[in-house]
């Protein structure tokens, strides 16, 4: 078996891709909350991804990947068998969990997966964990039968209102908060900057329930030498990948995440993007095995 090897792919909705990789040291050692980087190539960049699953004793791991930007583009070619040329971790601070009580967990987009293992865990210390899972529609919904095994309750919601309740998660839990039928002691989320921006200034407004989310998105490098992570939280600054990912969203500077970091690099990243073309990649690959073969 190869370094980094792919060992399963599977694109269980349109452009999401779950990915097992064989990384044994990684896999002892992770923790909820935690994330790796990940190069495709040796002139790729480093994209940090969160821990989705791990086996300790079969010394595998698994990650959810969008197809959106380049790197992530070049993932959703690879195929089962072929190998990464560099993953590191598990790096970032674990999620703060403990028995809390009655604990939401709510994860929209690329951010679903990565909420997995926060419930896992969250229920295994004995608490009551409902799960709220967003999507813009009924065939991007994913993972709901996983979460029915690691949750209490599971709340399907979709813009468009084809399965589950129609809004977005700030919109379940403020109906879920007015209605007191059950008093919520702690919310995790993980999503778009701009729906966890909304949910942070929701429980804050109605009775300022502790909420953590979790900011991966704005990392770049994902050992604190870049700085492009800069965050401001609680008046001082904090970077993503070493102090985080996962903060008190009630401290954070949303309007600086959501309007400065989010931005930082589109410019870069779309161009990158347009220059990628399919029948290269196809090709190069079509030639490494040429000279695979002429080798051997």
Request: net charge negative; with cysteine; glycine share 8%.
């Amino acid at each position: 078996m190869s370094k980094f090897e792919i060992l399963k792919k599977e694109e269980f909705v349109p452009n999401f891709y779950k990915l097992d990789i064989s990384v044994p040291t990684i896999a002892r050692k992770a923790k909820a909350g935690q994330f790796i980087l990940v190069m495709v190539d040796e002139r790729s960049e480093k994209i940090p991804l969160t821990l989705i699953d791990w086996d300790k004793e079969k010394g595998t791991i698994s990650f959810i990947v969008q197809e959106l930007g380049l790197s992530t583009s070049k993932m959703a070619f690879m195929e089962e068998g072929d190998s990464f040329y560099s993953i590191v971790g598990p790096l970032g601070e674990p999620a703060y969990l403990e028995n809390f009580g009655t604990v939401v967990v709510s994860g929209g987009c690329y951010g679903v997966g990565a909420t997995y293992p926060i419930a896992k865990r969250l229920k295994e210390l004995g608490n009551h964990v409902i799960t709220i899972i967003e999507a813009k529609n009924e065939n991007l919904l994913y993972y709901e039968e996983e979460f029915k095994t690691v949750s209490d309750e599971v709340i399907l919601v979709t813009t468009d209102g084809s399965k589950g309740e129609r809004g977005h998660i700030y919109d379940v839990l403020e109906h879920m908060i007015e209605s007191q039928q059950r008093k919520i002691d702690h919310i995790k989320v993980i999503g778009c900057n701009v729906m966890m921006s909304k949910v942070s200034k929701l429980t804050k407004e109605k009775g300022a329930i502790p909420t953590y989310a979790t900011v991966t998105t704005i990392m770049v490098d994902g050992t604190g030498m870049c700085g492009s992570c800069r965050l401001s939280y609680d008046g001082k600054t904090k970077f993503a990948c070493v102090d985080g990912p996962e903060f008190n969203a009630h401290k954070i500077d949303w309007e600086e995440i959501i309007h400065v970091r989010n931005t930082l690099y589109i410019s870069e990243e779309t161009l990158s993007l347009q220059n990628f073309s399919p029948e290269c990649r196809s090709l190069a690959k079509y030639q490494e095995k040429s000279r695979e073969e002429e080798t051997s």
